[in-house]
């Protein structure tokens, strides 16, 4: 039986990529940076990008898939609004950085890796940001926030929720 053709919704995202995979054809091995900007593109690669990709790469879509989750920075998940990146490389953890994700796991219900359910953080792990002078330390999108502790950290974590919620929202501002 032959499988059925996969719709591709012709829309300014795919055609992006579409322009990026033409542009690449002559380059050897386009796989991976095609998957890069597709990520860019879409926030992360859905099965349907998968599709796209391999059909207009002309690879087997098991390809594109095994090269996914070869690499870590590919995700099969929406990324939510913001990023964060808690470091647990050497100097962290000795500082005490596995208390500080244990504390953001329950406040955001998620475990690392994951985004919560109204996508506004991911919550994501480094090693080493080369600011072991400020550990334990987090980069919260392309901020750096250093000498943490789980207090610290979920004040972090509410003010900015509450700043996007709008004027008033702000959680825990002190009263001077
Ligand atoms: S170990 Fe965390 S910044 Fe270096």
Redesign the pocket.
Known sequence: MEAQPLHIPDNAHYQELKKFIEASRNVPGPLIQVLHRAQKIFGYLPLEVQHFVARELNVPLAKVFGVITFYNFFRLDPIGDHIINL???????VKG?SDIIKVMEKELGIKVGGTTADRFYTLST???????G????MMLDEEVHGRLNPQKTIKILRDLKAEAAGPGQTINKEKK
């Not at 470091?87 to 953890?93: D, I, K």
């Not at 480094?126 to 072991?132: K, L, N, S, V, W």
């Not at 400020?134 to 330390?137: G, I």
Request: proline letters at 5%.
């Open positions: 470091c647990l490389g050497t100097a962290c953890h950085a480094a090693r080493c940001f080369g600011a072991c400020l550990a334990p330390v």
